[in-house]
């Protein structure tokens, strides 16, 4: 499981940097990404980084976030600028491949008001 930290409200054109560290020391380094829930609608990914460091964006938040990690310090990143209202939700990090993934942290709420 992993514990996301990082967000808050912010006003439209704010930015929010965002970091998922693993509940348990760990030396994996599997890909991983962010994922995000509006209120009434699905879960989604917006941003994935594989073990080799390969980007992947959500079309709505390309060169807006970027997602980053520090394998030495096991953190993953999302840096997240030019916020928008509908970028409003809950964040979660997990692994990339979502046949690996069991359960889901709490999540960072993400508020963008305009």
């Known amino acids: 499981q992993f514990v996301e930290s990082g967000g808050g409200s912010v006003q439209t054109g704010g930015s929010l940097t965002l970091s998922c560290e693993p509940s348990?020391?760990?030396?994996?380094?599997?890909?991983m990404a962010w994922y995000r829930q509006a209120p009434g609608k699905r879960r989604e990914s917006v941003a994935g980084i594989s073990i080799t460091g390969v980007t992947r964006y959500l079309n709505s938040v390309r060169g807006r976030f970027t997602i980053s990690r520090d394998s030495v310090k096991n953190i993953l990143y999302l840096q997240m600028n030019n916020l928008k209202p509908e970028d409003t939700a809950i964040y979660y990090c997990n692994y990339q491949y979502t046949g690996s993934i069991s359960s889901w942290g709490q999540g960072t709420q993400v508020t963008v008001s305009s």
């Open positions: 348990q020391s760990t030396d994996s380094r599997p890909a």
